[in-house]
């Protein structure tokens, strides 16, 4: 996560004349006080500025001790993805259950024999086949994945924020991490996940 232009104006203002009221900055913005008042009200949540009653904001981001702001943003895939479960495009879809289950996995990773991306099947599309009359025995897993170009990826060198802000966005509850072939390809070396968004989320406070 980043601020946006209008933050980093807020905050280049108040480290330089700090401490200083909510309207002088307004003033200084050419805009007026009610309209900064989420940024304000943000900057201070997170630490980088902090409000004093009568007298204004001032510039608190150096002194944070726990720096944690920086510590989010410093979060990387790399550092919190897990091992993929990959299957390949003719397993059927009962054994795609079956490995759901042994792997303890929600989201399989659709794979030729290159490790190279191919598609993707949820829990959810699974349970869709498997409830309906078709014989999941029978019918392969690449019949009802989703399919590339369409899945969303990670990189392992992203910040974790960024990518939690995708699974937000596309309603998905994990996807591969890749690195880009030279043929262009994405061959899938992990798996991130809402529980490795949680697991460093709960990371940040037991390093306190
Ligand atoms: P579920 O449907 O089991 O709750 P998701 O919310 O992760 O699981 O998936 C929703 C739909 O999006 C499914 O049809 C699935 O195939 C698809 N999907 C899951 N992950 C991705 C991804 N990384 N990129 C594109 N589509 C995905």
New binding site residues.
Partial sequence: MQLNERQEKIVEIVKEHGPITGEKVAEKLNLTRASLRPDLAFLTQIGLLEARPRVGYYYKGEQNPFGLYEQMNELKVADYQSAPVTVDESTSVYNGIVTMFVEDV??LFVVNDQQELEG??????M?KIAIGKADINQLPIGVI??RMP????AYEEESLWDVANRMIQ???????VVRKTENGRLKVVGRVTKTNVTKAFVALRNQE
Avoid: F
């Fill in positions: 929600g989201t993707i099947s949820s829990r959810k599309d349970l994945m989703t369409n899945i969303v990826v596309h309603q998905i509850d994990g996807m591969p």
